[in-house]
Nanobody, 128 residues
Framework: QVQLVEAGGGLVQAGGSLSLSCGASGGTFSSYCMGWFRQAPGQEREFVAAISWNGGVTHYAGSVKGRFTISRDNAKNMVYLHMNSLEPEDTADYYC?????????????????????WGQGIQVTVSS
């Protein structure tokens, strides 16, 4: 069982930056694909970014590509989401998730059903 805890959310003005972190415990962190998802009020949860077990492969949703960066530190069991040029549309609860893909071919996941563990979420509010 893997426990994930997000930190770093808050209120930021449009155009500003914010970094989220997610700490993992209880599993072999370095074997998991890690992802960030978000859910805005009244909307379904959506994919934001993902990173492969060794950090070698990343993938972003089109709406955040070029503005957000996902990274990980396997020595610290941490994954990060650095968010720049934030827009009011980025306002949402952000969730960290871990996927045990059990494959040497598929190293990254962008759909929620492939993720095994989820954090409790953290709020990010971008004011205009």
């Amino acid at each position: 069982q893997v426990q994930l805890v997000e930190a770093g959310g808050g209120l930021v003005q449009a155009g500003g930056s914010l970094s989220l972190s997610c700490g993992a415990s209880g599993g072999t962190f370095s074997s998991y694909c890690m992802g960030w998802f978000r859910q805005a009020p009244g909307q379904e949860r959506e994919f934001v970014a993902a990173i492969s077990w060794n950090g070698g492969v990343t993938h972003y949703a089109g709406s955040v590509k070029g503005r957000f960066t996902i990274s990980r530190d396997n020595a610290k069991n941490m994954v990060y989401l650095h968010m720049n040029s934030l827009e009011p549309e980025d306002t949402a609860d952000y969730y960290c998730a871990a996927a045990n893909l059990r494959s040497s071919i598929v190293v990254i996941a962008t759909t929620q059903d492939l993720y095994d563990y989820w954090g409790q979420g953290i709020q990010v509010t971008v004011s205009s």
